[in-house]
């Protein structure tokens, strides 16, 4: 195992709460570049293990490589020199390193003119990468490692080769450099206190937490590593599961006003809809109306794949509230979608429920337009209030508030949502609905405060998507589809994966894609585009719902939400740069209409390992089945959205054994029965309230 870091004397001023500008060699950049993973002090360092290691193993003579393989490499430079490429003039190093045997292997180095200087003929170098079938059959390596090494013939790599870690990083920082700095810092490890209890601990056959630091960062085998951060992931979903225990137990502690379930409002209800509710949909329905008819406030997740029905289940349940004489409230993230909830509540209440009246508060109204609706809240004069952030702002007040619902419940903070709590005289019963499918594991992870009900099945007569995989040289015939739907007075969508160019990641942008479909592939059509730094986002969403912009250049802003049945193509450039999940959201914008609908999927990474993922899309419809394969395929720590929730990798690997969550959330209640509030184990309890405090300030 090679040595990754720097000789160092352990300051003896350090502790594990010392800020990482303590380590050596940390310069004021990467002090910033490490705040941007989350990392500020020592115990942040040693706390995020690797999320994978390179096996590169003992060096080997140049004749024994194999095309594909990883190894390290020991040898002389023959012969090394910056150059620019002939195609996208990309600056690079190339150089040939001859063995002990005299064959040579190629290295080039993309981008990093700087290796021409640190590296000259005649070094004695060890390199480790993977090796590549290059021109006239010689091998070669791209990008790889390096390590400059005396001139004696008998020492090997300290700093590369072996088992090298993967660090999660930032532009500017190397897994190399982080690695040095975990060296410096693991002498700290035996200070680390473990906040697991050790009869749990005991009972998963789980490593103490300084050994499993330790491992986690210095492994022999991969089978260490795999110990450690299963150990890692058990404790972070423990401390999860202990503080949502509190957090249900302090919401059961405050009343609520129940809301007894009534059958001739249920009724009512199905009878005005003009469609029959699917299983799913009565069951969630149910659920929330045997929460709600309890004096304890319902705290209900209600996970349904776009189009599945979710704001006719909270409009049931905003019916049952009417009925027993209090309020509703429906928050959206976008004034559009405000919109939209408005006309679909009132359409599913006002005839059948005379005397129920539905409202709109958004901030674009006018402000005598938002005076009256804020006094008909106040007053009591209207049953439900739709609206967006204006909804909390103070001067906000509701008569008698017995039911608060958001939408889209990821794209508000936990202050947002208890600020629209606080709105009622007592505490109202709780609906969060999100359209993004969850594993039942990773909602439970997740969102464990709360009940948790699944719509899994859409209703009759959704016309399927028509998916496809679209080759790069085919490009010509998505276009020709694209120019053909909008002919026939359809709409497009066109997806780019970021907002700006950037040299680092070759994708297209939306503003450049923008300006280039417009010149030169639809000079003929309307475009728009829309971004998440675009002031009047909800003004070009209006525009396209209302058939003014006949292709719309978006990024992943469109995600979710907005109902435009006009439209008929989703076109996803660099298709495999998104989660399949989030593929899945974005083909659920179209087919939304009586007309066929095409989701086009174009790749940069045309490999084969990226369009059997993206193939996967063309056959699988269920969104839910398209989460979990996300979860199995692309690696915890790839997995799109999951470290914005806060989870690590190996809490996010844990969670790929079904079983693990509840055995979890058992082990959490058979503490609470002999110690409810953790005050006999006082490390997990910092623990707990750690996280209790982030997810208030989230």
């Known amino acids: ?249 302090s919401l059961g502690a405050e009343p609520a006003v129940p809301i007894p379930y009534r059958q001739e409002v249920i009724d009512a209800f199905k009878a005005g809809l003009g469609f029959e509710l699917t299983t799913a949909q009565r069951r969630s329905t149910w659920e929330a109306f045997k929460d709600m008819d309890r004096p304890t406030p319902m705290n209900r997740l209600l996970n349904g794949d776009v189009g599945s029905g979710k704001t006719a289940v909270a409009a049931a349940c905003a019916a049952m509230a009417h009925a027993a004489g209090l309020q509703s409230v429906v928050m959206a993230p976008t004034e559009i979608l405000a919109r939209q909830h408005l006309h679909k509540f009132r359409a599913y209440l006002e005839e059948s429920f005379p005397g129920l009246t539905v409202e709109l508060l958004v901030s674009g109204q006018s402000a005598a337009e938002r005076r009256r609706v804020r006094a008909a809240a106040a007053s009591g004069h209207c049953a439900l209030v739709v609206g967006t952030h204006a909804l909390i702002e103070e001067e906000v007040e509701f008569a008698d508030l017995g039911l608060a619902v958001v939408d889209e419940q990821h794209r508000f903070g936990t202050r947002q949502r208890e600020l629209l709590r606080g709105k009622g005289r007592g505490r109202p019963h709780f609906l969060a609905m999100t359209a993004t499918p969850i594993p039942r594991t990773l909602a439970l992870a997740q969102f464990g405060e709360m009940s948790l009900s699944v719509i899994d099945e859409l209703p009759p007569g959704r016309t399927a998507v028509e998916t496809e995989v679209v080759p790069p040289d085919e490009r010509s015939r998505a276009y020709d589809l694209v120019r053909t739907q909008v002919r026939l007075g359809r709409q497009a969508f066109v997806i780019c994966p970021l907002i700006e160019e950037s040299e680092k990641v070759i994708a297209r942008s939306a503003t450049a894609e923008f300006e280039r479909l417009r010149r030169d592939v639809f000079p003929d059509l309307r475009l728009d585009l829309i971004h998440g730094r675009l002031k009047d986002k909800d003004g070009v969403m209006k525009r396209f719902v209302d058939g003014e912009i006949q292709v719309l250049v978006a990024t992943a802003v469109v995600e979710v939400g907005v109902d435009v049945p006009n439209a008929s193509v989703m076109m996803v450039e660099g298709a495999d740069r998104f989660g399949l999940a989030q593929l899945h959201q974005f083909r659920g914008r179209v087919g939304r209409g009586a007309a066929v609908s095409y989701c086009l999927l174009l790749a940069d990474d045309p490999s084969e390992a990226s369009l059997e993922r993206l193939n996967l899309v063309t056959r699988i419809r269920d969104g839910f089945k398209l989460a979990e394969e996300d979860m199995r395929i692309r690696g915890m720590g790839e997995l799109l959205g999951a470290r914005q929730h806060g989870m690590s990798d190996e809490a996010m690997h844990a969670l790929k054994q079904p079983s693990l969550i509840d055995e979890i959330r058992a082990e959490v209640e058979r503490v609470r029965e002999a110690d409810p509030g953790f005050d006999q184990h006082p490390l997990l309890k910092a623990a707990v309230i750690r996280r209790l405090e982030l997810t208030s300030i989230s």
């Open 1 to 249: 195992m090679p040595y990754f870091g720097w000789v160092v004397v352990l300051n003896p001023r350090m502790t594990l709460e010392s800020p990482v500008a303590s380590l050596p060699k940390v310069k004021p950049a990467d002090q910033k570049r490490l705040v941007a993973l989350g990392v500020r002090t020592v115990r942040d360092l040693l706390l995020q293990l690797p999320f994978g290691w390179e096996e590169f193993g003992d060096p080997k003579p140049v004749a024994e490589l194999a095309d594909g393989s990883l190894a390290t490499v020991v040898g002389t430079i023959r012969q090394i020199s910056p150059k620019i490429s002939r195609y996208k003039r990309l600056k690079l190093t190339q150089a040939t390193l001859a063995d002990a045997a005299d064959d040579v292997l190629n290295l080039v180095w993309f981008n990093q003119p700087w290796v021409a200087n640190q590296l000259h003929t005649g070094d004695r170098v060890a390199v480790a990468g993977t090796v590549k079938a290059g021109r006239y059959g010689r091998l070669e390596m791209r990008n790889p490692h390096h390590e400059r090494l005396d001139g004696g013939g008998g020492s090997g790599p300290k700093f590369i080769g072996g088992l090298m870690p993967k660090y999660h990083l930032v532009k500017g920082l190397t897994s190399k450099k982080v690695a040095g700095w975990v060296d410096a810092a693991l002498p700290l490890a035996d200070r680390l206190e473990d906040e697991l209890p050790e009869d749990v601990r005991e009972r998963h056959r789980l490593l103490p937490l300084a050994e499993a630091v330790r491992l986690g960062h210095k492994p022999e085998t991969q089978g260490e590593w795999s110990e450690a951060r299963r150990r890692m992931g058990f404790a972070e979903l423990f401390e999860l599961q202990a503080a949502f225990a509190l957090m249900r137990a």
